[in-house]
């Protein structure tokens, strides 16, 4: 029983986030960090199943500190393992400080060399995935910095599906995910440098994803759904799959945080304007209002029991996993919605069965407007009432730039008789 003292403990940014969203949405994790806690999850598990279905999760982490160090710390030639790992070879050093170099997680807006505890592996093998880390009082010491709690709400989603066939499916699409990749060069390199690290001696409960809520609303079946599609995906190569789970989970999550928040403070679902590049000052101004729109009823919801700072990064995680994922313009300035290729293949694997098709018009009414809630074309305007304040016109031009980008990208074929089918024969 909680006492009187902790009931009466004041709400914190992640008590108000996981009252709203289910789970710990925060700027500082916000970008590609959601799918690599992910990952994390699912790979680091200290139990034999794959999403276990019990209330606590085990983790074994890994920290991957010796390569994160040897490329993103100069302090690190003074560290013994340099040593008795390297063999005091100067051009072997160099050669894989510069390999790793070129495995880094790309963070959004650095400009300058990050610190080793900033700077992530993109995980194309299953050893290169790893845990936050930082030294305090000279020790590595594996904690969350970056991996706060998207990763978590996710993984919780899929893992109490009750839908048991389906979570079995995500089960088996996890375990072969990284089949190509488990004997290769890089998965051997990046085991025999995750060994000379610190990791956990002994598994760890993790009691972020502990205090996580799930099965809120229907909205969640559509992530699942996603991840079953993309991890089923026979013709995309195993990266390609990778990238779209990352991606598809921080979507999902700004798409879901958009929802809950309108729903906590008594909105129906409305919908997210994109322009797809069509050239409309008219349209950039409304996509542009549609996004302070959303980012004002997350505040909203959010309330005032929290000072302003965190209030605030709540509210910044949507933004930002936004613009790491493609479905803003840019990370500064004026911003508004709109998709990259990145983004609009990611849709496309998560939301089209392997070697499927489906027309484009459907793909922009039946999936981004019906299940997404995003508005590109002119059926979605007129259900969503926009062309009472848009010329229709703006839409239908829209839609027609979105289906060039498709083309362009090898998303849609277009057939002599201007049929447009999109799927992902031709995406990797």
């Known amino acids: 029983?909680?006492?009187?003292?902790?009931?009466?403990?004041?709400?914190?940014?992640?008590?108000?986030?996981?009252?709203?969203?289910?789970?710990?949405?925060?700027?500082?994790?916000?970008?590609?960090?959601?799918?690599?806690?992910?990952?994390?999850?699912?790979?680091?598990?200290?139990?034999?199943?794959?999403?276990?279905?019990?209330?606590?999760?085990?983790?074994?982490?890994?920290?991957?500190?010796?390569?994160?160090?040897?490329?993103?710390?100069?302090?690190?030639?003074?560290?013994?393992?340099?040593?008795?790992?390297l063999l005091d070879d100067p051009d072997a050093e160099e050669t894989l400080r510069e390999l790793l170099r070129c495995l880094q997680l790309e963070i959004p807006n650095g400009t300058t060399e990050p610190k080793w505890s900033r700077a992530h592996f993109f995980p194309y093998t299953p050893s290169l995935i790893h845990w936050d880390a930082r030294e305090r009082h000279s020790q590595v010491r594996l904690e969350r910095l970056y991996l706060r709690g998207g990763g978590a709400l996710a993984f919780r989603v899929l893992r109490t599906d009750p839908d048991k066939a389906r979570l079995e499916r995500v089960r088996q699409g996890f375990r072969e995910l990284y089949s190509a990749t488990a004997e290769s060069p890089l998965e051997l390199l990046a085991a025999f440098l995750s060994a000379q690290s610190r990791n956990d001696e002994q598994p760890v409960i993790d009691e972020i994803e502990r205090d996580t809520r799930s099965n809120l609303d229907d909205f969640e079946d559509v992530y699942r759904d996603g991840i079953i599609n993309i991890l089923e995906q026979h013709d995309a190569t195993s990266v390609a799959k990778i990238r779209a789970v990352m991606g598809w989970t921080g979507f999902w999550l700004v798409l879901m945080q958009n929802r809950r928040a309108?729903?906590?403070?008594?909105?129906?679902?409305?919908?997210?304007?994109?322009?797809?590049?069509?050239?409309?000052?008219?349209?950039?101004?409304?996509?542009?209002?549609?996004?302070?729109?959303?980012?004002?009823?997350?505040?909203?919801?959010?309330?005032?029991?929290?000072?302003?700072?965190?209030?605030n990064k709540i509210r910044s995680f949507f933004w930002a996993t936004a613009s790491a994922n493609g479905f803003l313009n840019s990370w500064r300035g004026r911003k508004h919605f709109t998709f990259s290729v990145d983004a609009l293949e990611?849709?496309?694997?998560?939301?089209?069965?392997?070697?499927?098709?489906?027309?484009?018009?459907?793909?922009?009414?039946?999936?981004?407007?019906?299940?997404?809630?995003?508005?590109?074309?002119?059926?979605?305007?007129?259900?969503?009432?926009?062309?009472?304040?848009?010329?229709?016109?703006?839409?239908?031009?829209?839609?027609?730039?979105?289906?060039?980008?498709?083309?362009?990208?090898?998303l849609v074929t277009q057939y002599s008789d201007a049929t447009r089918m999109v799927g992902h024969k031709t995406a990797s």
């Open 346 to 410: 990611m849709i496309v694997l998560a939301t089209i069965p392997s070697r499927g098709e489906i027309p484009f018009e459907r793909f922009v009414s039946e999936i981004l407007h019906e299940r997404l809630g995003i508005v590109v074309g002119r059926t979605a305007a007129e259900e969503s009432g926009l062309v009472n304040s848009i010329d229709a016109s703006i839409f239908e031009e829209n839609e027609a730039q979105l289906a060039l980008q498709m083309i362009a990208a090898g």
């Open 1 to 85: 029983m909680m006492s009187e003292e902790s009931t009466a403990r004041p709400p914190k940014g992640p008590d108000i986030s996981r009252t709203l969203f289910g789970g710990v949405l925060d700027f500082d994790a916000a970008g590609h960090y959601p799918g690599l806690e992910l990952l994390n999850l699912v790979f680091c598990g200290a139990d034999d199943e794959l999403l276990p279905s019990g209330e606590q999760v085990r983790l074994t982490r890994r920290s991957h500190d010796f390569g994160r160090r040897l490329v993103w710390d100069g302090s690190f030639k003074d560290d013994r393992r340099r040593h008795e790992v």
């Open 262 to 311: 309108r729903q906590s403070i008594g909105l129906e679902p409305g919908p997210i304007i994109c322009d797809c590049g069509a050239g409309s000052p008219q349209l950039r101004r409304v996509s542009q209002r549609c996004l302070q729109e959303v980012l004002g009823n997350i505040l909203a919801a959010v309330g005032t029991e929290i000072a302003s700072a965190q209030r």
